[in-house]
């Protein structure tokens, strides 16, 4: 009953009887998807990458991760509470954030160095997101629950998109087009910090980076005294740290004590910005409660209102704009950051499940009110180079900034505002891509230069979503472009010989038209006349399928003789779009015409294309009829190296490779609209022409033993003539018109020199 349903569906479809063996999807799947159960078990053990190494957890690893820990806590409880000032939120705002984002991501993570937190871009994203919405709905809602609303959504996309295993969407994002952002961002909220260093208030230091440049030289007359305070902390920042990278170069034996100096600066610059704001501002205070510079003032103790996040349906409405530019960063910036350490490091990320992490992290952040949190670059970084061995680092750096959550928040009171934008500035203008960096675009990709360029100018012009977004889509235009114009070249060949024995010589093949890699003094010859051989470097795809047919048959019009004496055709009877001989001497024409090789075969290389649509298959029917219209009779096509067996089912279906009659191929193999009837032109329905079809040759076959011998095996299937198995045999067999195809290339010796195919 099956076996009949089979084959009436198969008469159907119009399936053929007789067609060529091709992978099939069923087979596909399985070789894919072996054990469905121990695909499931792997996926649930891979959610939990600690499981892998923890049982192998010991004193040498505690040791690097205890000091990496809690030196990355030094640095996260200082900017922690900058970022939540930049993300126009109350400070332990930021350590909530930190708490749970160095906590949470150890058990999920496959990096090592990467701690999560509370940065910079991210941070400046929130507070416009929060002055957005409160512009459009005032007093609605607070900026906490509006960040912590944020977090919770954003992380639960991210982490659909890790479950999903849809990681691969953050590849179509270069690395021009991320740094790009970051640096425009980088200079962003340096020049928004600046009045803040200064004290200079009266303008909106959210707006674009330019007007906040120029408010800023305006207002420089408003100085207050917080600059007392910025300007020497920021000073500070480079001065130790410029002094202990000269002196770690001077002593080589004390680099270690030297790093851990540097590393607590941040710590040591708020300790003293915060002592000498205590001692100015506790006998300064007006009768108004005010102080002469702006300090953090109260910060709660321990965690405030833990418990679910209320998630409110007019707020999320009025989030929706905002959720994508947020959600983009909120990964962007993470994998970036975790494929670099891991990079450098000498270990592979798995961006799903880091994703996972980021997602997981961030909703389980909102329980806390946390705002978003990801991946920093500047703490990574001091991570790496602290030595840390293992993940559960972060748990250490957890530990630090509960300590000071708990136990030094009466202290926080007297941290003046203007430090905490010196931490900001100190931290994020290391972002800023260096001129080498940038000099490195251009000699790679000049056109990705220019995506980094625009990147930066709409984020300094605009504001960091319009950078990202302009970043984001001139990027994948340049990819579509890439995609629709693939590179393609005509070959001919050249003999190299080995120097050190010159009799050894084999044929390499080369592109007629200098390419710029080869040497341009080298002669390269064409190939045997009547052959073309054309090499596509990229997959044959919709978009690009009519650029490649239109560079095989402009070179076949140009280089090959026609078919047809259309001098002879009365203008009435020819095609409306053939024009025919331009004006003059038809006789000088058609001995020009003459003087051209007549064409019996083309030869595709096929060594660098894995896939092949519905499409292409159509527009290569298009290009063999256009051809054959041309030199009025069949023409071979051989294809080199076809390695996709999805490639090699499609060219089969499209009737190339196994020697098919043109006359019993349609001329479009999956029309739009159905055409009742045939569209074959005259030649094509000549009984003498489809008798002697090049394309139905005799095959000579050697003698082949089909797996009863262990020294047979057959390369490429007999019943494919016209697929080869690399370039050399393919244009072997279509230098020889009109004589049987023998297999003879995909011979193979054994160790007893018996012939298999």
Sequence with gaps: MAATLKHVAGKIVQRPEDEAPVISTGSYVKSHLPDPKRAIIDYLTSLFPIL???????T????????????????????????AQLATLPPQYGLYSSFVGVLVYCFFATSKDVSIGPVAVMSLTVSQIIASVESKYPNEWSGPQIATTVAFIC??????????????????????????????????????????????TGFNTRAATYEVIINTLKGLPRTTLDAAWGLPGLAALYIIRIACNKFSDRYPRSRRALFFVSVARNAFVIIVLTIAAWLYCRHHKSSSGKYPIKILQTVPRGFQNVGPPVIDTGLLKALAPQLPVATIILLLEHIAISKSFGRVNGYKINPNQELIAIGVTNTVGSVFHAYPATGSFSRSALKSKSGVRTPIAGIFTAVVVIVALYGLTSAFY??????????????????????????????????EFFIWTAAVLVTVFSTIEDGIYTSICASLALLLLRIAHPRGAFLGKVKVSDPGDPEKSREVFLPLRADGVTNSDIKVEPPPPGVIIYRLEDSYLYPNCSIVNSAVVDHVKEHIRRGIDVSKIKLRDRPWNDPGPSHGDPAVAQAANDAKPDLHAIVLDFSVVPHIDTTAVQALIDTRNEVQRWVNHPVEFHFASVLSPWARRALIAGGFGTGTPVTDIPPEIAPVVPYRGSLRGDWERDDKIAASDVEA?????????????????????????????????????AGAPGKPLSRAETTVKTAEDAPYI
């Design 414 to 447: 007297w941290i003046p505002n203007a430090g905490l934008s010196a931490v900001i500035i100190h931290a994020v203008a290391d972002l800023v891509a260096s001129p080498s960096q940038v000099y490195t675009f251009w000699r790679i990709s000049p056109l």
């Design 155 to 200: 992380g639960f996309i991210v982490l659909g998109i890790g479950l999903l295993r849809l990681g691969w969407i953050v590849e179509f994002i270069p690395l021009p087009a991320v740094s790009g952002f970051m640096t425009g961002s980088a200079i962003n909220i340096v020049a928004g910090q600046v009045p803040g260093l200064m004290g200079i």
């Design 60 to 83: 040498g690893w505690l040791t690097g991760d205890l000091i990496a820990g809690f030196t990355v806590g030094l640095v996260l409880v200082p900017q922690g509470m900058s970022y």
């Design 697 to 733: 040759p005799e095959i000579t076959e050697l003698q082949v033993s089909r797996g009863k011998s262990r020294n047979a095996a057959a390369l490429v299937p007999l019943d494919t003539p016209f697929f080869h198995l690399d370039l050399t045999s393919a244009v072997r067999a």
């Design 52 to 58: 892998g190494w923890i049982t192998r957890y010991n």
